[in-house]
C-alpha cells in the first residue's frame, strides 16, 4: 500500500514535471510565432525560462501580508490541481494522474479556484488596478463558465458519466469517434467558452497593460511572480488537455498529446491576434449570448 | 498634505506597514556563489522589463523599439507596466521636478536589482533646457544611473547599443545602482530635497 503510494507521488511529480515545461515552451514557440506574423524576429523560445530565474534572482521582495503571500500560492494549487485530475495520455500509467469517477465536477471548479485565491492576494495588495483587474476577471471567467458547464452537461448526458476518463474511452477509434464529430453543437460552445478562459486577447481586459497595469498581478515581484509564472504555464496547459480530452478524443501518446493541445492552444492564439479587446461588460454579453444559447442547444437535444 | 497630517493618517486610517515602508532601503549583496552569481547575472541581463515610464520628448523613441524595424524582444527585452516587476528604468529626456517626484517613488519601487538608463543630453547636462526653471540638469545627482546615451534625441540604434552596453556591465557584476543609492540613501535624499521645494512624499518607499 505504502509503495503504491510512493509510486503514484513520483509519477505525479513527473508529470507536473513534464508539463511544467511543455507549457513554457509552449508559451515560448507562442510568443516567436506571433512576432514572425509581425515580421519580427521576436524572443527566443527559451525566453520564459529566463524571465522565471531573473524573477527568482532578484534580490529583494515586498509583501503586503498573508493574504498577499497565500494568493500566488492558492493560484498555484488551483493550476496543479486542476492538472493532477485530468488525464493527461488516455491509458498511460503515469500521465493517468489522479483521475476519478465525478473528476469533471471538481476539474470545473478547479478553474475557478486559482482565480478566487488571487482575488484575496491581489486584494491585500491594495492596489487599485489589482482591484479592477481581479473584478473584471472573475465576471468574465464566470460569463465564461456558463456555456462551458452547459457543454459539459450535454457531454455528461451524452456519455452518461462524470468521469474524464470515460470520456476519453469513449471517444477513442478514430476521429468519427471524437466529440468534435458526434457531438459538434457542445463542441462549439465549449470551444467559445474557452476562448474566454484562456485569458488571450479578445477577453484579456483584466490584465490590459495599456489600461490598468497587468491587472491583478500589478504588486507582484521578485519569487511570488515565479509563481505566477509557474502558474501560467501549468494551468494553460491544462485546460488545454481540458478541452483535448473532452471534445478531440484525448490522447494516447505524449506526441500526440503535444500536436493536440498545440493546435488548440493556436486557435486562441489566432483569435486573439485577430480580433481586438473586448471591454468586460462586451465580452460577458457575448458569452452569455451565442455560446450560451448554443450550450441550451446541446443539453436540450440530450433531454428529449 | 503636510507631515502630521500624514502621519495621522498612517497611525489611524490603515495600518500604514502595509502601503509605505518604514525603514532605509538596505544594501543587499549578491550570492556569494560564483558561479551562481555568474548564472544570475546571465539571467538579469537576457530578462530586461522596462518600466512604461516616459519622461521627455526621449520617450516617443520607446515604442519603435517593440515594432518590427529594431524588435528589442530578440534580445529579451520587453515593456512592463508596473516597477513591482520592472528592472530597467529609462529617464528618456528632460525631467522637470515633478515629474521627478513621481520618478523618485516608482524607482524607489522596483526590487534590487534595478537599472536606470539616462536617454539623451537633457540628462547628461541639462540639454537644451540646462537653464530651464523647472527641469533638473544632472540626473545623476538624484538617482544612481547605470548607462547615458548622449544625443538629442538618440535614435532606437543609440538606444539598443545602450542597452548591450548595459547587459555587458550586469554580466560583469558592475550594474550595481540600487545598492549604490542604498549605500548613499542620505546624499540623494539632500539632492533630492533640495530641487523639489514642496516635499510630500513618503519618507521610503519601497
Ligand atoms: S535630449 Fe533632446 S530630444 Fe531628448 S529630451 Fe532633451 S531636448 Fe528632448
Redesign the pocket.
Known sequence: MMEAIWTKIGYALASLFLIFNYGLLLIGVTMKIIARVHGRIGPPIWQPYVDILKSFSMRTAVSHGIMFYLGPVFRLAGGIGLYLLIPAVYGSTWLQNFSFSGDLLLVMYFIFFGMLGMALGAGEGGHPFSAMGIMRGLSQVTASEVPFALAVIALAAQHQTLSITEIVAAQQGGIAHWNMVTNPIATAAGMLAYLGMMMHAPFNVHMAPQEIPVGPPTEYNSSFLVLLQSNRSVFAAAKLILFMNLFFGGATSIVEMVIKTFLIFQFCVVVGVVFPRFKVEQSVRWLLKAPTLIGVLAVLIYSF | MDDKELKQIMEEGFNAQDYFCDARPRVVTPVANKIVRKFYNWAQANSLWILAFG???????LPPLYTARYDVSRYGIFPRPTPRQAGVFII???LSVKTLKRVIRSYEQMQNPKFVLG??????NG???FDSYNTINRLDYYLPVDVYIA????RPEALIAGFNELKKMIKQGKAEGANQYAENFDWYKANQKKIIKDWDLPEYNW
Open positions: 519622461t521627455g520628448c526621449g520617450s516617443i523613441e528618456s529626456g528632460y536617454l539623451g543630453s537633457c540628462t547628461v540639454g537644451m533646457y544625443g538629442c534625441m538618440p
